[in-house]
């Protein structure tokens, strides 16, 4: 019995033994330790998109690639913009944080990353890429790498205990299209322990354009203090445009019309007619803004957009589909703006010109031969579309005639007062003399 007890009692002391070599050993042979980091683990990006007055429904994908591979990210953030994102100096800016500490590291080493934008899309996956310039992140003329410099934790010994400490660089660097290089890197330091990674992007100015309306009257009849009502109505075709508002610029604040004091408009949104009162040598301006001395236009204008099934995070296997669902003298739309405009020319005789030269004897647009009818909230109206960049101007000319005033009576009034006094003379003449005759 005592030789059993003693043979377990070794049995039992050699497990222990081997389990003890085995802990030890544990922490040097394990492929992925302890990450502590050092400094800022995560990235703020900040997006900013200027040259907007309207917020936009919409969302933009960022993701960070192990340097040399831009097909699968290692970590992603995500910007979104929501319809209470009102901008600011004519400016959006939205942010998101991307965290770094998912990231392994099977060894010390610095690992470079570079952080690339994906498209902007609206709720339903369709490229926004034609509203905003540099939105694709092959466009970019900069970009961010990333180093995470990783050390190890040693003992007291200096023996590497499998732990790690990271530490994250940020750099900001210009592209070179000539070379197709990435140079110039600058270190960005972080502010208040936080690392920015700034995007900057404006709107594209060939994909927004403004309206212009003038008035001119002609005639004898004419008057060029008369103001004249001018109903407006503007079609956005796209979600992200649905709540979006125009300015009205270059028009009288306040006019007497009918007797009665009118205030003018300052703004038109999506859908709802306005009515705007110009004069002879007026321009109405429609959906155009002016800041820091330029000028851009804010009405978004036709285009195809394509379609992406697997929204953000698809970066380079995205493939763009053609996604269009009206047809437009052969021209397919899937967002875009398109309006309508006529005037009352009360006593005058109206026509309308969209280039100044040919003109049509009509008062609505709708009203011109070759206007062609479009389906716009279930309903076929006939609408001017906005195909392009650029101004699209309305010329009215009101002319006003009245019968002439001849001058003749002011003419021959001198001969006739001639020949009145010479036959009243003669007359005088002959009752003189016959009087005298008579006594």
Known sequence: MKKIMNLKNIGLILTIVLVSILTLNTKNV???GTVTWSGPSSITIRETI???????VASRAYGLFVQGNDITPVTTATINFTASDTPTNYQITKSTTMNLTSLAFSKPGDYEYSIYPDWLLDNAG??????STGSHHYNVTYRYKVIVSVRNVVDANNTPTGDFTATTILESC???E????????TKISPVSGVLYADYDYETNPESFAHIEISKTVKGIGADTTKYFPITLTIYNEGAIFDDWEYPITGIDSTITYNGQSVTQPTTIGNGTPVIIYIKHGQTAIIGQATSGGSSFDLIPTKATVGYSGGGGGSYANSQLKEYRVQKLAGEQIFYGSFFTVAEDPKDYSPSISPDNENFFNVS?????AGIPSIEIGGEQKKVLPIMEGGTYPIYFINTKEMSPV?????TILPYVILVGIGVGGVLLFRY??????KS
């Open 406 to 410: 001849t001058g003749l009576i002011f």
């Open 432 to 437: 003189s003399k016959t009087k005298k005759s």
């Open 174 to 176: 210009e592209y070179n």
């Open 50 to 56: 200027s040259n907007m007055t309207n917020p936009i």
């Open 30 to 32: 394990k492929a992925t």
């Open 126 to 131: 369709h490229f926004l890429d034609n509203y």
């Open 364 to 368: 609505s647009v709708s009203d011109i």
């Open 178 to 185: 000539q070379t197709n290089n990435y140079e110039n890197c």
